[in-house]
């Protein structure tokens, strides 16, 4: 059975309303088609929102590449391989650097460029 229109804008209407996974699996299980029928189906119709994807802790998740690109932009300078640091070292740098580079207090950066 494919989609006819008025399923198509039924599921459409129903999904915008509240847009979660819970609302996609009570569609599929209404209408018999699988959850990964109306996730293609919402996605084709460009309504469907990816769920942002989140570590065990619930935080969102960050690549090592993305923390390093910032430090190169506080530091001026490229330093890609970084990269190799364990992630919870980066992370931990990356915390201390944004501090410092993207506070208002400007005497912070300045002891930091002192040193």
């Known amino acids: 059975m494919s989609y006819s229109d008025e399923l198509t804008q039924e599921i459409v209407d129903e999904y915008t309303a509240s847009p979660s996974r819970e609302t996609v699996d009570k569609i599929s299980a209404r209408i018999g ?16 929102i990816t769920p942002v994807r989140t570590t065990k802790t619930g935080d969102a998740i960050v690549k090592k590449e993305d923390l390093v690109e910032d430090i190169g932009r506080w530091i001026g300078k490229e330093i890609p391989t970084l990269a190799k640091t364990g992630k ?8 201390a650097l944004r501090e410092i580079y993207e506070t208002d207090d400007t005497s912070l950066r300045e002891s930091a460029m002192d040193s």
Request: hydrophobic share 40%; charged share 25%.
């Open 33 to 48: 088609k699988s959850t990964r029928s109306v996730i293609a189906k919402l996605a084709g119709e460009g309504v469907y």
């Open 88 to 95: 919870l070292d980066l992370k931990a740098l990356h915390t």
